[in-house]
């Protein structure tokens, strides 16, 4: 099993639409957790952190579920500009700061 | 304020033949690690540093490659024989702290003939 799972899509949505990701992972003790986003050829960037209290930042919001292990992320009333891969990336607390980064999950947004 | 730098942005050279890449990270940051990418997948880490200190370098073919941060500020990867098999987007990335967000320049992009 890997560390830290996604489905790799693609999800196709129409605008407007409400989608959601899930990333799963293994080390039960893992510490933080992000979403990260990427661009097709360009370089991953920090999306949001996921809090335990989960958090919202306009039309994401991000949760963790520490007893089943896996984080989400919720996109509200999709944008064109929305599409790109989703990357969830795990830090686990034992040897130190090691981030795993999952495969990514592709979202292409239409009109 | 600048962000990550890399350098070369591509490179393209034939198998066993040496190949470096360089990074500058973002002033200040004490954290900097080196990632490759393969095509579909995630950065996978190949070394971290802090400071001049190499801490996280489990996931480097030591055989051929190697790195250096030498005065803890920027860095070189360096890959000699380079395989078929190294084609990928080489990621530099920096943080101010292990936990905290990673910045990530540009990428190399190489290509093994």
């Known amino acids: 099993r890997k560390e830290v799972e996604q489905d790799p899509g693609p999800f196709n949505v129409p605008e407007g639409a409400t989608v959601a990701f899930n990333c799963t992972y293994s080390?039960?003790?893992?510490?933080?957790f992000f979403w990260y986003r990427q661009d097709c050829r360009k370089e991953p960037k920090l999306l949001m952190s996921?809090?335990?209290s989960g958090n919202e930042d306009g039309r994401f919001t991000a949760q963790l579920n520490r007893a089943s292990q896996y984080i989400s992320l919720l996109i509200r009333d999709s944008k064109l500009s929305d599409s790109a891969t989703y990357l969830c990336v795990v830090n686990p607390s034992t040897g130190g700061f090691k981030t795993i980064f999952g495969a990514g999950t592709r979202l292409f947004v239409k009109a | 304020e600048a962000g990550v730098v890399q350098s070369p942005r591509y490179k393209i050279i034939e198998k066993k033949q040496p190949v470096a890449f360089w990074c500058n990270p973002i002033s200040g940051h004490n954290t900097l690690y080196w990632y490759l990418q393969n095509l579909g997948q995630g950065p996978e880490l190949l070394i971290r540093?802090?400071?001049?200190?190499?801490?996280?370098d489990s996931q480097l073919p030591k055989d051929r490659f190697s790195a250096e941060r030498l005065k803890g500020v920027d860095s070189t990867l360096k890959i000699q024989p380079a395989e078929l098999g190294d084609s990928a987007v080489y990621l530099c990335?920096?943080?101010?702290?292990?936990?905290?967000?990673?910045?990530f320049g540009p990428g190399t992009r190489l290509t093994v003939l």
């Open positions: 996921v809090y335990s």
């Open positions: 990335a920096s943080s101010s702290g292990g936990l905290n967000e990673q910045f």
């Open positions: 540093y802090e400071n001049e200190e190499a801490v996280d």
């Open positions: 080390n039960s003790a893992s510490q933080s």
